[in-house]
């Protein structure tokens, strides 16, 4: 009886033990991350670009910071309306072999590596015009956050009513016209979270950008995509590597501005999702 | 408004904004039901028939994006580095020698680093998700139970580079001090764990990646544990079981499946990890018994050697590449199989 109710104990004090093995890395890291970067970050840190070799202080991570925007803005465009209309096979029509494959196909690619997306691209688009590009780091991260858009948006689209379908069926409205302004408002909340969350993924990815994005000391203009360009992950890996202080401490902050950018479409998209017109 | 910029963006024979398109918008519109019953006596217009069609066509034609996406990654690449192949052939995974200005291209001690470290991420990550996945489902209160669900989740959302920047700048000293030293110093005549004790090495490197793959494995043991029937749990708590017997005869046992598919999930997002391990293992090709040695991995390398390498180097790494992708592809396979398998079983 002792024993039995010691192991009984013994292994509530491990499931305690793995929950705060899980979480004093996670406080460790943020904690680092605001104690180390909180003093360095300001105005001018925020909207002057990197100094020209890592021995310099001073300077920002303007060139990150905007080079980042532009990446994500155009990954978006081309991976979230994509990922949406998939989702929407899959949730339409999506009985059929061709449908599971989607799926499988779709499950697959978001184990592919990141690394493996960047020299896909490189080969793929790099190799061919011969030159770094903001516009291939964009397709690369595009790439990476299409099979998340699919899963969660086909997630959200489940969860919709039958009834409201049948409704709008019945009254003899196409198909179509029932999935765009009946299947498709009813989820849209839930798809939004969605594509913010693979947002802040790609946010983050520094990987698929070694080889396409490649980095930049310049701001580049809004509309230049054809340049190569810098993006935060790429300036705090280069940063982070280099033996000098001031580089590393550049890193620190550059990396306090990136988890706010995360978080910020992190619980954008949380938020937006408690707001959904329909729960299971 | 809206309907009409939607119709028009349709490809097909209802393109146009056609007089009869026109009348049966309006028609679909009236929500009155006489007009909806009217409709209903009516048979389909071809035209109705032939928007539905195309409309799916289009749809269909999205969904075939991944697909195509998927077969280009592994055509293009291979086809890239395919003088590599045919070149080198098994030599590229039999040789340990990689020494591009030499032609000399095998890349055993990098597949030795990815398998190894991602064993020790699995082996330190595993026993951690499992506990917190019992903690979160059995033990915890409901509000401690969502603020711990969604802490674990926060912990997959920091950027990866944002790891390795912690583990290179104190992670890794303090390691090395406080560690691997003392680790080295008593258990030394271990193999694995000969000194000297480097901080960057395959063992940083592990430790970062189970912090990395927790919130994977965790989610997913967590999905298949909340999916233990309710009877099975009460028959073994009223046979007088304890809350760890209860676990281990009736829980554990369901949920085996999902959790052996959870654990390859996360071995396969640890094999294809890059800057994490890029920033904390050293560099430094070689197969050394013991995990207190800097080494490599595939994806470290081709992070590290891609920007400086030009020529054959760069379809050779292109071609370690392919390996990884292949060799993570069928992890994940198997992993997605297993969790498939658990949650069908079960439901």
């Given at each position: 009886?002792?024993?039995?109710?010691?192991?009984?104990?013994?292994?509530?004090?491990?499931?305690?033990?793995s929950?705060?093995?899980?979480?004093?890395?996670?406080?460790?890291?943020?904690?680092?991350?605001?104690?180390?970067g909180?003093?360095?970050?300001?105005?001018?840190?925020?909207?002057?670009?990197e100094p020209?070799d890592?021995?310099?202080?001073?300077?920002?991570?303007?060139?990150?910071?905007?080079?980042?925007?532009?990446?994500?803005?155009?990954?978006?465009l081309?991976?979230?309306?994509?990922?949406?209309?998939?989702?929407?096979?899959?949730?339409?029509?999506?009985?059929?072999?061709?449908?599971?494959?989607?799926?499988?196909?779709?499950?697959?690619?978001?184990?592919?590596p990141?690394?493996?997306?960047?020299?896909?691209?490189?080969?793929?688009?790099?190799?061919?015009?011969?030159?770094?590009s903001?516009?291939?780091?964009?397709?690369?991260?595009?790439?990476?956050m299409?099979p998340?858009v699919?899963?969660?948006?086909?997630?959200?689209?489940?969860?919709?009513p039958?009834e409201?379908?049948?409704?709008?069926?019945?009254?003899?409205?196409p198909?179509?016209?029932?999935?765009?302004?009946?299947?498709?408002?009813?989820?849209?909340?839930?798809?939004?979270?969605?594509?913010m969350?693979?947002?802040?993924?790609?946010?983050g990815?520094?990987a698929?950008?070694?080889?396409t994005?490649?980095?930049?000391?310049?701001?580049?203009?809004?509309?230049?995509?054809?340049?190569?360009?810098?993006?935060l992950p790429?300036?705090?890996?280069?940063?982070?590597?280099s033996?000098?202080?001031?580089?590393q401490?550049?890193a620190?902050?550059?990396?306090?501005?990136?988890?706010?950018?995360?978080?910020?479409f992190t619980i954008?998209?949380?938020?937006?999702?408690?707001?959904?017109?329909?729960r299971? | 408004?809206?309907?009409q910029?939607?119709?028009?963006?349709?490809?097909?024979p209802?393109?146009?904004?056609?007089?009869?398109?026109?009348?049966?918008?309006?028609?679909?519109?009236t929500?009155?039901?006489?007009?909806?019953?009217?409709r209903?006596k009516?048979?389909?217009?071809?035209?109705?028939?032939?928007?539905?069609?195309?409309?799916?066509?289009?749809?269909?034609?999205?969904?075939?994006?991944?697909?195509?996406?998927?077969?280009?990654?592994?055509?293009?690449?291979?086809?890239?580095?395919?003088?590599?192949?045919?070149?080198?052939?098994?030599?590229?995974?039999?040789?340990?020698?990689?020494?591009?200005g030499?032609?000399?291209?095998?890349?055993?001690?990098?597949?030795?680093?990815?398998?190894?470290?991602?064993?020790?991420?699995?082996?330190?990550?595993?026993?951690?998700s499992?506990?917190?996945?019992?903690?979160?489902?059995?033990?915890?209160?409901?509000?401690?139970?969502?603020?711990?669900?969604y802490?674990?989740?926060?912990?997959?959302?920091?950027?990866?580079?944002?790891?390795?920047?912690w583990?290179?700048?104190?992670?890794?000293?303090?390691?090395?001090?406080?560690?691997?030293?003392p680790?080295?110093?008593?258990?030394?005549?271990i193999?694995?764990?000969?000194?000297?004790a480097?901080?960057?090495?395959?063992?940083?490197?592990?430790?970062?990646?189970?912090?990395?793959i927790i919130?994977?494995?965790?989610a997913?043991?967590?999905?298949?544990?909340?999916?233990?029937?309710?009877?099975?749990?009460e028959?073994?708590?009223?046979?007088?079981?304890?809350?760890?017997?209860?676990?281990?005869?009736?829980?554990i046992?369901?949920?085996?499946?999902?959790?052996i598919?959870?654990?390859?999930?996360?071995?396969?997002?640890?094999?294809?990890?890059?800057?994490?391990?890029?920033?904390?293992?050293g560099?430094?090709?070689?197969?050394?018994?013991?995990?207190?040695?800097?080494?490599?991995?595939?994806?470290?390398?081709?992070?590290?050697?891609?920007?400086?390498a030009?020529?054959?180097?760069?379809?050779a790494?292109?071609a370690?590449g392919?390996?990884?992708f292949?060799?993570?592809?069928?992890?994940?396979?198997?992993?997605?199989?297993?969790?498939?398998?658990?949650?069908r079983?079960?439901?």
């Amino acid at each position: 009886m002792t024993r039995r109710r010691l192991t009984d104990q013994l292994a509530t004090g491990w499931m305690i033990v793995s929950v705060l093995v899980a979480l004093v890395p996670l406080a460790f890291i943020l904690g680092y991350v605001v104690y180390k970067g909180a003093g360095i970050v300001s105005w001018t840190f925020l909207t002057k670009p990197e100094p020209f070799d890592f021995t310099h202080s001073g300077g920002g991570v303007w060139n990150g910071i905007k080079g980042t925007l532009k990446l994500l803005f155009l990954a978006s465009l081309l991976a979230i309306p994509t990922g949406i209309l998939a989702a929407l096979y899959l949730n339409e029509f999506g009985r059929g072999r061709f449908a599971t494959a989607v799926r499988f196909v779709t499950d697959v690619m978001s184990g592919v590596p990141s690394i493996f997306v960047g020299i896909f691209i490189y080969s793929l688009i790099v190799l061919e015009t011969g030159h770094f590009s903001a516009y291939s780091g964009a397709l690369a991260l595009a790439v990476l956050m299409l099979p998340i858009v699919i899963r969660g948006a086909e997630e959200v689209l489940k969860l919709v009513p039958h009834e409201l379908r049948e409704a709008s069926l019945a009254l003899g409205v196409p198909r179509w016209r029932t999935v765009l302004r009946v299947i498709l408002p009813a989820a849209a909340s839930g798809i939004v979270t969605a594509a913010m969350l693979s947002v802040a993924r790609a946010a983050g990815e520094t990987a698929p950008l070694l080889f396409t994005s490649f980095g930049n000391r310049f701001v580049t203009g809004w509309s230049d995509y054809g340049s190569p360009d810098s993006a935060l992950p790429l300036l705090i890996f280069r940063n982070a590597r280099s033996a000098y202080e001031p580089a590393q401490q550049r890193a620190w902050a550059a990396a306090l501005v990136l988890i706010a950018i995360v978080l910020v479409f992190t619980i954008l998209g949380r938020t937006l999702a408690g707001r959904r017109a329909f729960r299971s | 408004m809206q309907p009409q910029a939607s119709r028009d963006s349709e490809p097909g024979p209802r393109a146009g904004p056609g007089s009869l398109g026109e009348s049966m918008t309006t028609t679909t519109e009236t929500p009155a039901p006489a007009a909806a019953l009217e409709r209903l006596k009516r048979p389909r217009s071809r035209l109705g028939r032939s928007a539905d069609q195309s409309f799916r066509w289009l749809l269909t034609g999205f969904a075939a994006v991944v697909l195509v996406v998927l077969a280009l990654m592994l055509v293009r690449t291979t086809y890239v580095a395919w003088p590599v192949f045919q070149q080198h052939g098994l030599e590229l995974i039999t040789k340990q020698r990689w020494f591009p200005g030499d032609n000399a291209f095998g890349a055993l001690s990098f597949i030795y680093g990815t398998v190894l470290t991602s064993v020790i991420a699995i082996l330190l990550a595993v026993p951690v998700s499992i506990g917190i996945a019992l903690f979160v489902t059995e033990v915890a209160p409901r509000r401690l139970r969502v603020l711990l669900v969604y802490l674990v989740e926060l912990l997959a959302a920091v950027p990866s580079v944002v790891y390795g920047l912690w583990g290179l700048l104190v992670l890794l000293p303090w390691l090395e001090r406080h560690a691997w030293e003392p680790i080295s110093s008593v258990l030394g005549f271990i193999p694995i764990f000969a000194g000297p004790a480097n901080g960057r090495s395959f063992a940083t490197a592990g430790v970062i990646l189970a912090i990395m793959i927790i919130p994977i494995v965790t989610a997913i043991a967590r999905e298949v544990v909340a999916l233990v029937p309710h009877d099975h749990k009460e028959a073994a708590l009223a046979l007088g079981a304890t809350r760890w017997e209860m676990l281990r005869l009736a829980v554990i046992p369901y949920a085996r499946a999902g959790i052996i598919g959870g654990t390859m999930l996360g071995f396969g997002r640890a094999l294809g990890e890059t800057i994490a391990v890029a920033l904390v293992i050293g560099g430094n090709p070689q197969i050394s018994a013991s995990i207190f040695q800097p080494g490599y991995t595939i994806a470290s390398v081709i992070a590290n050697q891609f920007n400086e390498a030009t020529g054959f180097h760069i379809q050779a790494l292109l071609a370690i590449g392919v390996l990884l992708f292949v060799i993570t592809i069928l992890v994940n396979v198997a992993g997605r199989v297993f969790v498939w398998r658990a949650a069908r079983g079960l439901a």
